[in-house]
Nanobody
């Protein structure tokens, strides 16, 4: 499985961006999907995750502003980011796994994409 993240860029505070993670092959065998972010000098942190059955998780800092979704037709996992804040500035990574356990935090995600930079100016 190969992942390709895109959609990052520079946006003003209050603006919106949509990140997209293209997954090689079908999403049929993927049961956990997630977006993480990382700022320099800090560990990667979970932003949002989704299971194939529709369960979701959001970090408190993004609840009500970000939405994770999957598009089976495009084989993508997307992250819609609204009302962006300067503290959302980070490199964002997508991850997928065939096991629901990854969503539950039982395992590390097996497959990761390269990061895409999001910069929010004040």
């Amino acid at each position: 499985v190969q992942l390709q993240a895109s959609g990052g860029g520079l946006v003003q505070a209050g603006g919106s961006l949509t990140l997209s993670c293209a997954v090689s092959g079908s999403l049929d065998s993927i049961h956990s999907m997630a977006w993480y972010y990382q700022v320099p000098g800090k560990q990667r942190e979970l932003v949002a995750s989704l299971t194939s059955s529709g369960s979701t998780f959001y970090a408190e800092s993004v609840k009500g502003r970000f939405t994770i979704s999957r598009d089976n037709a495009r084989n993508t996992v997307d992250l819609q980011m609204n009302s962006l804040k300067p503290e959302d500035t980070a490199v964002y990574y997508c991850a997928v796994d065939s096991r629901v356990g990854a969503f539950l935090g039982l395992y590390e995600y097996d497959y990761w994409g390269r990061g895409t930079q999001v910069t929010v100016s004040s």
